[in-house]
């Protein structure tokens, strides 16, 4: 509604007064008329879609007027927050970022590697690129986790250090057919220990101590990076006859690329190396590049041989192959991969009335330690058992697969 403030005229023509009013309405008439010689003005309110009275003249339409726009008013109180909507699609993976690629080949803080002979390496170190030149050997402890930015390149010989050692037995003179262990054979990866031979005094047949089973499940996640006490278990021992310790576990991620003209040693220890208990198992060695792989050396990770019957010492056990694992784009082997398990120890005959049970053999994370060689009544020390052969895998993946797994 418009409020207007109207004029209304008394007297005679030309001679007015004013009067003021107030009225509100859509549409306002007027009509002027002359009684006795003075002008009369009459109004009359109707609504905006109504005509005006017969002889009225329409002075304002306030439909038709627009008044200056009022201030803002004040702000209305907040709503109440709507429902949740349904949970959109999850979108793709995004491609790993600088901080996973840095936690998979390291930073090459420490920089380019040649190592000299009989060096061992930084079981944390973070290198550029690794050279190992032909002529020497470099050791490595058992459980490191190697990374370059660059590349490995070994032409000489790396090797790792065995894992825990192997079981040995004192002397008794107890006649029972008894375990008087002084030492257990490290497990290795394997989770079980070879147990050490059996002792007695007497004609009974002596069966040789069990092998060391596979027991620890494991993703394959898990399998790329070793940690320390991983590798293989160490041999049983006998009477006078230390069992060998199992070979070591090393993981080498080297982003642009891991070539081996040389050799990579994580084998079982065994007779060769003056022990004449159990072998040992093999160990795990893990090579993991973005761009390739290429050995036409040699990578070993297989079993120790089984200590050989004597006068007084009874055959034992090979030790079981161990793993090798490459894992790149690309891989090229024209060199070996050897997982052998070791062979048993040699028969024999002991002299004498007192008969020692031979020492079993160490298992693998992937195979099982041979028996120990049976002793019969007659003295005759039967050969100890063959090791199982371990495995040697390639995995061919793309670089987003291969970061995504050893992240």
């Known amino acids: 509604m418009v409020s207007i403030r109207w004029l209304r005229c008394l007297g005679s023509v030309g001679s007015l007064f004013l009067l003021v009013s107030e009225a509100q309405a859509d549409k306002v008439c007027l009509k002027t008329q002359l009684r006795s010689g003075r002008a009369v003005l009459s109004r009359r309110v109707v609504g905006s879609a109504v005509n005006c009275p017969r002889g009225f003249t329409e002075i304002v339409d306030s439909a038709t007027l627009t008044g200056p726009q009022g201030a803002t008013g004040p702000t209305g109180a907040t709503g109440a927050n709507g429902a949740t909507g349904a949970n959109g699609v999850n979108g793709a993976n995004g491609s790993a970022g600088a901080d996973g690629a840095l936690r998979v080949w390291g930073n090459g803080s420490s920089g380019a590697l040649t190592p000299a002979d009989g060096a061992t390496l930084d079981p944390k170190g973070q290198y550029t690129d690794i050279n190992i030149l032909a002529g020497r050997t470099v050791y490595v402890?058992?459980?490191?986790?190697?990374?370059?930015?660059?590349?490995?390149?070994?032409?000489?010989?790396?090797?790792?250090?065995?894992?825990?050692?192997?079981?040995?037995?004192?002397?008794?003179?107890?006649?029972?057919?008894?375990?008087?262990?002084?030492?257990?054979?490290?497990?290795?990866?394997?989770?079980?220990?070879?147990?050490?031979?059996?002792?007695?005094?007497?004609?009974?047949?002596?069966?040789?101590?069990?092998?060391?089973?596979?027991?620890?499940?494991?993703?394959l996640r898990n399998l790329?990076?070793?940690?320390?006490?991983?590798?293989?278990?160490?041999?049983?021992?006998?009477?006078?006859?230390?069992?060998?310790?199992?070979?070591?576990?090393?993981?080498?991620?080297?982003?642009?690329?891991?070539?081996?003209?040389?050799?990579?040693?994580?084998?079982?220890?065994?007779?060769?190396?003056?022990?004449?208990?159990?072998?040992?198992?093999?160990?795990?060695?893990?090579?993991?590049?973005?761009?390739?792989?290429?050995?036409?050396?040699?990578?070993?990770?297989?079993?120790?041989?089984?200590?050989?019957?004597?006068?007084?010492?009874?055959?034992?056990?090979?030790?079981?192959?161990?793993?090798?694992?490459?894992?790149?784009p690309a891989i090229n082997v024209t060199g070996a991969l050897s997982v052998a398990g070791g062979d048993g120890g040699s028969a024999g005959t002991l002299s004498g009335a007192t008969l020692y049970g031979s020492g079993g053999a160490g298992g693998s994370l992937v195979s099982s330690g041979g028996n120990g060689g049976t002793v019969l009544a007659s003295g005759s020390a039967l050969a100890g058992l063959n090791g199982d052969a371990g495995s040697a895998v390639q995995t061919l993946v793309t670089t987003t697969e291969l970061e995504a797994l050893l992240l």
């Open 141 to 219: 402890l058992s459980g490191s986790v190697i990374r370059c930015t660059g590349t490995l390149t070994v032409s000489g010989t790396l090797i790792v250090d065995p894992t825990g050692l192997g079981g040995a037995i004192e002397s008794t003179s107890d006649t029972q057919l008894i375990f008087p262990v002084s030492r257990s054979a490290s497990p290795g990866s394997s989770g079980i220990s070879a147990p050490n031979g059996a002792v007695r005094i007497g004609l009974n047949t002596i069966l040789g101590a069990r092998h060391s089973l596979i027991s620890r499940p494991d993703t």
């Open 224 to 328: 790329l990076r070793v940690r320390p006490g991983d590798g293989g278990g160490a041999g049983g021992g006998a009477l006078g006859a230390e069992g060998a310790e199992g070979g070591g576990a090393v993981s080498v991620f080297c982003k642009t690329g891991v070539s081996v003209p040389g050799l990579i040693l994580a084998n079982g220890f065994g007779s060769n190396q003056g022990r004449s208990g159990g072998g040992g198992a093999g160990g795990i060695v893990v090579l993991a590049s973005n761009t390739a792989i290429s050995v036409a050396g040699t990578i070993g990770a297989f079993g120790g041989r089984g200590g050989s019957a004597t006068s007084s010492v009874p055959a034992s056990g090979g030790g079981a192959g161990g793993l090798i694992h490459l894992l790149a």
